[in-house]
């Protein structure tokens, strides 16, 4: 029992200082400029909205989140199309080169944003797709696409193959035996996959910032020349950010009891 | 489980074959293709065979970057690994509490990455951040802007911060795999606390911990936006990592041939290392 208890301890301390420059985010976010920059208080003495009023009724503070929400959607569902029947294949066959074929794509996870950065950039711009939502997302899949089929595969080992042989005796074509019996057996592996590929897509922002211009910008790209302008206002900053973490507590709320069984089966 | 031999399988694996070979085989080869040239405008390129590799090798700033790149990941792997690892063990097994605890420690690695340094330049501000002014307040002189040590234990600290809750949440899957049978022999054979950890937790992670390994030397290896947004490779060049150097190179200065030479190394230094990585995985595998 004491045991526990010095456990509890420790994990509420953990995360007690893992939260402190979050709330520290949170609770400048809250703050007038004067109150910021006149002196530390640890809770807004004047408790104002008015960050946040700026960013919501600025089109060109609240397009950026919906850009980046955009391309990031548009990654996890190509992510997720594409992944699927080769996370199948991997798991279920013996083929020329998988082996090779598979550590081809993990390379890619491993390979660092900067390196392709530039012929990223003449590449979209050369076939038209330069400053759109889909060339950020399909620049996104390069180290999503890899690791979605990473993860499925780990959930669809777990599937025996007798369920399609059954299948196959039964009637049912290839297609029909993937979309109604196989795809919904591994329910809870897709949604973690779609978890993990939001999450990298939504973080990343080199790539995002650099094939993009106006139209397409990511917000962390707003944030980031925001900085560059006439000194810094914090409060909008600080605001800006916390509105950045919501999308991902939403996601993984969705996903809680899943996620811990995604982190072992598919080896992220 | 058995696989059964049938190359029709590549019919599956096509969709994503074509559509990383469109978003890295194509890319990489314009890399090489740079790599090799000089380039004064369109047009007007010249072979010049090895020279840029040569050229890079020999460059100061980018083996003094090198060498920041590998001091960093480095301690960033003799910080969190274990640090994870302890996260994990104290963390409730099941429950409301269990889940709770897994959303709040995510909560560092949901957030972008821009943003994970704008929370730090804050955060570690003299003037307004509760870090920067509570280390001033002890007495201590603590200025991330302006002092090179200061700068890299903040960066660190950053970093251990942002990425420690993933190993931690890897080691903690790892820790619920092992079956509550193990537990119990231990318990009969009054087994210490230590020894359950050397000889039932420890080796059931090893799995686990060589992918916690792969991905954060991987991932502090190619660092970038945090701290350019903390210290923007500042004070000097101190806390200028690889990529920086890089995107700086090709981004900033244009200066082609050098940075794809540069591009091919720095990517040719991390397959290496990740395969490495994954044939130590692979044999993990073939032993259990």
Redesign the interface.
Same mark, same amino acid.
């Given at each position: 029992m004491r045991?526990t208890r010095s456990?509890?301890i420790?994990?509420t301390i953990?995360?007690l200082l893992?939260?402190?420059?979050?709330y520290?985010?949170l609770n400048?976010s809250f703050k007038t400029s004067r109150e910021?920059?006149g002196g530390?208080t640890?809770w807004p003495q004047n408790f104002t909205f008015d960050n946040y009023v700026v960013i919501f009724t600025d089109p060109s503070w609240y397009n950026g989140y919906l850009n980046s929400m955009a391309y990031v959607s548009i990654n996890v569902v190509?992510t997720l199309?594409?992944?699927l029947?080769?996370a199948?294949?991997?798991?279920?066959?013996?083929?020329?080169g998988?082996k090779h074929?598979f550590?081809?794509?993990?390379?890619?996870? =491993? !390979?660092?944003?900067?390196?392709?950065?530039?012929?990223?950039f003449?590449?979209y711009s050369s076939i038209g797709l330069f400053d759109t939502h889909i060339a950020v997302a399909? !620049?996104h899949?390069?180290f999503n696409?890899?690791l979605a089929?990473w993860i499925l595969e780990g959930f669809m080992?777990g599937v025996?193959?007798e369920y399609d042989e059954m299948a196959y005796i039964d009637g049912y074509s290839f297609p029909r035996f993937f979309i109604k019996v196989f795809l919904p057996m591994i329910r809870s592996g897709i949604g973690v996959t779609a978890f993990f590929a939001f =999450?990298f897509s939504?973080?990343?922002?080199?790539l995002a910032r650099?094939l993009t211009a106006v139209d397409a910008q990511p917000?962390?790209a707003i944030?980031?020349r925001t900085?560059g302008a006439s000194g810094i206002d914090?409060g909008v900053? !600080?605001a800006a950010?916390v509105l950045?973490?919501i999308p991902?507590?939403l996601?993984?709320?969705f996903v809680?009891?899943h996620? !811990?069984?995604?982190?072992?089966l598919g080896?992220? | 489980?058995n696989?059964?031999?049938?190359? @029709?399988?590549?019919w599956?694996?096509l969709?994503?074959?074509l559509?990383?070979a469109?978003?890295?085989l194509?890319?990489?080869m314009?890399?090489v293709n740079?790599s090799v040239q000089d380039i004064f405008g369109p047009g007007q390129a010249y072979y010049v065979g090895t020279e840029w590799f040569k050229e890079v090798l020999a460059d100061e700033r980018l083996r003094d970057s090198l060498v920041r790149q590998f001091v960093f990941s480095g301690f960033v792997l003799l910080i969190q690994i274990p640090l994870g690892i302890g996260?994990a063990?104290?963390?409730?097994r099941s429950g409301i509490k269990g889940?709770l605890?897994?959303?709040?420690?995510?909560?560092?690695?949901? +957030?972008?990455?821009?943003?994970v340094g704008?929370?730090?330049q804050?955060?570690a501000r003299g003037? +307004? /951040?509760?870090?920067g002014?509570g280390i001033n307040q002890l007495g201590i002189d603590y200025n991330y802007t302006g002092d090179t040590l200061d700068a890299w234990l903040t960066v660190l600290l950053m970093d251990v911060?942002h990425w420690t809750?993933l190993v931690a949440?890897?080691c903690?899957? /790892?820790l @619920?795999?092992i079956p509550e049978a193990f537990y119990q022999a231990a318990e009969i054979d009054r087994a210490s606390?230590w020894a359950v950890f050397r000889y039932i937790q420890l080796p059931r992670l090893k799995?686990?911990l060589i +992918?916690a390994v792969l991905?954060r030397f991987?991932d502090s290896?190619?660092i970038? +936006?945090e701290p350019f947004?903390l210290t923007g490779g500042g004070p000097g060049s101190s806390t200028t990592f690889?990529?920086?150097t890089?995107?700086t190179m090709?981004?900033g200065q244009f200066d082609?041939g050098r940075?794809?030479a540069f591009?091919?190394i720095?990517?040719l230094i991390?397959?290496l290392i990740?395969?490495l990585f994954?044939t130590a995985i692979t044999h993990a595998d073939k032993e259990k």
């Open positions: 045991q456990k509890n420790g994990i953990y995360i893992l939260l402190t420059p979050v520290w985010l400048m910021i920059l530390l640890l190509i199309l594409v992944a029947p080769a199948y294949a991997f798991s279920r066959y013996k083929f020329l998988d074929l550590f081809w794509l993990l390379s890619n996870r =491993m !390979a660092p944003p900067a390196v392709f950065l530039l012929p990223f003449q590449l399909l !620049a899949c390069l696409v890899p089929v080992k025996p193959r =999450m939504w973080v990343e922002l080199l650099t917000i962390g944030m980031t900085i914090w900053l !600080a950010g950045t973490i991902g507590l996601v993984i709320w809680r009891n996620v !811990a069984k995604g982190f072992a080896r992220v | 489980m696989k059964i031999p049938d190359n @029709r399988a590549w599956l694996v969709p994503v074959f559509l990383v469109f978003s890295a194509i890319p990489l314009t890399v740079y996260v063990l104290m963390m409730p889940s605890c897994l959303i709040l420690i995510a909560i560092p690695l949901l +957030i972008p990455w821009n943003v704008t929370i730090w804050i955060f003037d +307004i /951040g509760l870090f002014w911060w809750p949440l890897l903690y899957s /790892g @619920r795999a606390k799995s686990v +992918i991905l991987m290896f190619m970038y +936006i947004v690889l990529s920086q890089l995107t090709a981004i082609l940075a794809a591009s091919l720095y990517f991390v397959l990740s395969w994954f």
